[in-house]
C-alpha cells in the first residue's frame, strides 16, 4: 500500500487507482494480465483482484468503492471485466478494450512488445486529468 | 468473532476512527470488543488497500474514511438485526 505522510506520524493511505484485467485463458488475457502487472509495478496503480468483485468480497468491493480511479482491461468483446464490475454494481469507470488496440484473440501472442502497447494505453488513461 | 477491527497503521485517522467506534458501542451499551490491526500485511488480508478501515465481525464495512459514530452505530445496529447480536450472547454462555 502506498502511503503518505502527516506530520510525524504515518498516515493513512492514500486513495488507489485500481486495475482490473481479465487475465483469461487466451492470449489477450495473457497480455491484459502481464500489462496490469507492469503497470502496478511501474507505480501507475494498483491491479485488483476481479475475482474478489465476483465473489462479492466485502474488503475488495469497500476498496474498489473507494479507489480514486478505476481502470477495467478487457482482453477481447466478451467485456468480462466491463460485465463483472458492472454487475456488481460499479458504473464510474474507465475502460480499455484491447481489440480496440488491434489485438485479436488467438492471433496476439503475449510478448513483452504487445504487453508494452497495452500498458503504454493505460498510462495514457490513468494519467491525471484524464477520466 | 464478535468484534469490531480497525485497520489502521496508527495515524490520527485511525485513532479517530477507534474512538468513534469505542463511542458507539458504549453508545448502543452493547459488547463488542475493539482490535487495532496495524500490520500492513494483516490488513491487505481483508481484501482493503486504503485505511482506516472498520471491520465488524471481520466483515469490512468501511474503507478510506472515518466514519461517524452514528454511522457506525447504523452499521452496528444492521448486524444485531440480523442476529448478530443474538449469535454473540450464545458463544458467550
Known amino acids: 500500500m502506498e502511503k503518505i ?7 493513512c493511505t492514500v ?3 485500481l486495475i482490473f484485467a481479465c487475465s483469461g485463458a487466451a492470449d489477450v ?3 491484459a494480465d502481464r500489462a496490469a502487472r507492469k503497470l502496478t509495478k511501474d507505480g501507475i496503480g494498483k491491479m485488483f483482484c476481479l475475482a474478489g468483485i465476483g465473489g462479492r ?4 468491493m469497500k476498496t474498489t468503492e473507494s479507489a480514486e480511479k478505476i481502470l477495467a482491461m478487457d482482453g477481447c468483446p466478451l467485456n468480462c471485466v466491463k460485465n463483472c464490475l458492472e ?8 475502460y480499455l ?7 485479436e484473440k488467438g492471433r496476439s501472442p503475449a510478448t513483452e ?3 508494452n502497447k497495452v500498458s503504454q494505453k493505460a498510462v495514457e488513461i490513468l494519467k491525471p486529468n484524464a477520466g | 468473532m464478535k468484534k469490531i477491527q480497525i485497520l489502521g497503521t496508527g495515524c490520527p485517522k485511525c485513532k479517530k476512527l477507534a474512538e468513534n467506534a469505542e463511542a458507539a458501542i458504549k453508545d448502543l451499551g452493547i459488547e463488542y470488543s475493539l482490535e487495532k490491526v496495524t500490520e500492513i500485511n494483516e490488513i491487505m488480508k481483508f481484501g482493503v488497500m486504503m485505511t482506516p478501515a472498520l471491520a465488524i465481525d471481520g466483515l469490512v464495512k468501511s474503507v478510506g474514511k472515518v466514519i461517524s459514530p452514528d454511522e457506525i452505530k447504523k452499521m452496528l445496529n444492521d448486524v444485531i438485526s ?7 450472547e450464545v458463544e458467550k454462555s
Open chain 1, 57 to 60: 468480497v466485502d474488503g475488495i
Open chain 1, 29 to 31: 488475457g495473457e497480455i
Open chain 1, 5 to 11: 505522510m502527516c506530520g510525524q506520524e504515518q498516515c
Open chain 1, 97 to 103: 478494450q484491447l481489440s480496440d488496440l488491434g489485438f
Open chain 1, 113 to 115: 512488445d504487445n504487453i
Open chain 1, 87 to 94: 454487475q456488481a454494481g460499479f458504473n464510474k469507470f474507465m
Open chain 1, 15 to 17: 486513495s488507489p487507482k
Open chain 2, 82 to 88: 440480523s442476529g448478530g447480536c443474538e449469535a454473540a
